[in-house]
């Protein structure tokens, strides 16, 4: 890991402990659960959302003023409000990616879930996400979250990643095993 990522993160994990806690001391985790997943969706639908809280030519105000009116314009928690604006105030914004995962985590510790990173071919409907999720319990033990992407180059089937451990049942990865298999023999 690089230095700066290193720093960011550490950044990031300050910031998130500090929110969790707070929400649990309130009993607030439902909320910044929600609060979590409205700004991750925003970060990923908006490029100019992403370019303000990583760009160093807006300026602490404008930084300040923009978070401020998107958190109300979103509706956020309180909390999630005031810790945008100190971001924003201290140039932090630029950590709020790292800062969604950590919460993320710590929200999905909590509940006793586990997060697994699901990237298919095609997107999956309600019933196969059901289904791979229903897969991953039984082999975890433990309720599953899926996020999911699309990757097209796969051509087909599933790469899951549960923690440490990644399940590659993609084509992609079929057909480049089977073109090393056909080099040993050549």
Known sequence: MSETASISS???GRYALAMF???KDEGKLDSLEADT???????????DFSAMIS???YSRDEQTAAISAIADGMALDATTKNTLALMASKRRLFVLPQLLSSLRAMIAEEKGEVTAEVTSAIALNDAQAGAVAEMLKSRFGKDIKLNTTVDESLIGGLIVKVGSKMIDTSV???LANLQNAMKEVG
Do not use: T
């Open 55 to 57: 760009s160093p030519i």
């Open 172 to 174: 992609r990865a079929k």
């Open 21 to 23: 806690e707070l929400a």
């Open 37 to 47: 997943d409205a700004l991750s969706a925003a970060l990923e639908s908006s490029e």
């Open 10 to 12: 550490s950044i990031a």
